[in-house]
């Protein structure tokens, strides 16, 4: 029984991927998986319920993978490390941000984790800048709210670069991603120390 929902959820998962969420819908599914729509019924009653399901699978692997890619010995690195690896994990889900609008317009708990997730985010993300401002790494702010925005900033790259993907028809491949990866971590370049610019262009060669 549980090896049927997991094979439901990889299924949806891949499915929602290729096809996009208007066109999946539990029939199609199950037709995929060769069992009835009754059977994924008594495991989804609804396709809300699997869409959510996997929305909370994908917080849990970023949320995993932030935490493994912690480095108390070089922040700025671990910075750049979890956005490669977040981008990677958005990647795997990405249907997710390819209909992003939709899922926040019609899913209610999704939304509404949502947006307490990005004050979470906000919270690490401007305690992160302390400990490199602190460290010498950043500059201080110039202007107010400098910091906030700037992380505003990154929350609307990360939310919307496969979007902007699908739209230059750019097909994502490792490689790509290595790409928006170092667009993303060049968004902090200017708010650099000449120390932080000398460890940034040390970080990027291993990483």
Not at 106 to 133: A, C, G, P, V
Not at 185 to 207: A, D, F, M, R
């Amino acid at each position: 029984m549980k090896n049927t929902k997991g094979t439901i959820l990889n299924t949806a998962l891949k499915l929602f991927n290729s096809q996009g969420l208007s066109k999946v819908k539990l029939r199609t599914i199950a037709n995929n998986m060769g069992i009835s729509q009754g059977n994924l019924n008594y495991h989804f009653k609804k396709r809300e319920d699997v869409i959510e399901t996997l929305y909370f699978r994908l917080v849990e692997n970023i949320n995993q993978n932030m935490s493994n890619n912690y480095d108390s010995t070089s922040f700025l690195k671990a910075l750049f490390v979890m956005s490669k690896s977040v981008m990677l994990d958005l990647y795997m889900y990405r249907f997710i941000m390819l209909d992003f609008v939709q899922i926040m317009r019609e899913n209610e708990k999704i939304k509404n984790h949502f947006q307490e997730l990005k004050q979470e985010r906000e919270k690490q993300f401007l305690s992160f800048f302390d400990i490199l401002i602190t460290s010498g790494l950043m500059r201080k702010e110039l202007l107010p709210n400098e910091y906030k925005n700037l992380y505003i900033r990154l929350q609307v790259l990360g939310d919307f670069w496969i979007s902007s993907a699908e739209i230059d028809k750019i097909k994502l491949t490792k490689k790509s991603i290595t790409k928006y990866s170092e667009i993303m971590n060049q968004t902090i370049y200017p708010y650099l120390t000449e120390k932080g610019k000398s460890e940034y262009h040390l970080i990027v060669k291993t990483i």
